[in-house]
């Protein structure tokens, strides 16, 4: 099945830098890929997606890359702020018989004011 | 344009009893998904289900363990004769299926077991 590797566990940046996440998947057949943000005791929420036909995409301050030839895709955040702080978890989603999203095991990220 | 919705947020079970968890999908879903999430650790599908339908329980311990997702009503994920290992949180997540794959997660219920 799927394995999905996340880096780093954790991740402390001061207010105002970038904050990259980096994943990488196993299952060639996997052609979606979202990003999800966890705060305390709430459910993942839906931040960025990219598919596989898509090298990169932006949404403000967050964006999204894939190298789908090396099978890793990156969470970048400029310009952080407190309200950032949150647990990060990228996921990938395959197309084969295995209908369902495969998680990273997550990043805790800690932006300092 | 409500969300997910799942309830309870906290059940609390002593071990033997039976736990049940309910997930109402957004409006226009037909497909729900069951993750469980351990302290400090990602989401680990358990099963997909359809109205009426498992399409895949691949993740589902085999014992103990079901999910159901009615023609009407919301899903169940009803767990028999909980153990202290069963102590977690439940999301669900639902989509609308076909070539759409946004999963859009509940805030889930946080089971414990005394």
């Known amino acids: 099945g799927e394995n999905v590797e996340q880096h780093p566990s954790t991740l402390s940046v001061q207010e105002g830098d970038s904050a990259v996440i980096k994943c990488t998947y196993s299952d060639s057949a996997s052609n979606y890929f979202p990003w999800y943000k966890q705060e305390l005791g709430k459910g993942p929420q839906l931040i960025i997606d990219i598919r596989s036909n898509v090298g990169e995409k932006k949404d403000q301050r967050i964006a999204v890359t894939l190298n789908k030839t090396a099978k890793h895709f990156s969470l970048h955040i400029t310009e952080t702020q407190p309200e950032d702080s949150a647990v990060y978890f990228c996921a990938s989603f395959s197309s084969g018989s295995a209908r369902q999203l495969t998680f990273g095991s997550g990043t805790q990220l800690t932006v300092l004011p | 344009n409500a969300g997910v919705m799942q309830n309870p947020r906290h059940l609390v079970r002593r071990r033997g009893q039976e736990a049940r968890l309910r997930c109402s999908p957004m409006?226009?879903?037909?497909?729900v998904y069951w993750y469980r999430q351990l302290p400090e650790e990602g989401l680990k599908f358990m099963v997909y289900l359809q109205k009426e339908n498992i399409i895949d329980e691949s993740g589902m311990p085999k014992e103990r363990f079901s999910a159901e997702f009615p023609k009407e009503g919301p899903s169940i994920l009803r767990i028999q004769q909980v153990v202290r290992g069963d102590s977690a949180a439940y999301f669900c997540?639902?989509?609308?299926?076909?070539?759409?794959?946004?999963?859009?997660f509940g805030s889930g219920t946080q089971l414990s077991v005394l």
């Open positions: 997540a639902s989509s609308l299926g076909g070539s759409d794959e946004k999963l859009f």
């Open positions: 409006k226009g879903h037909s497909h």
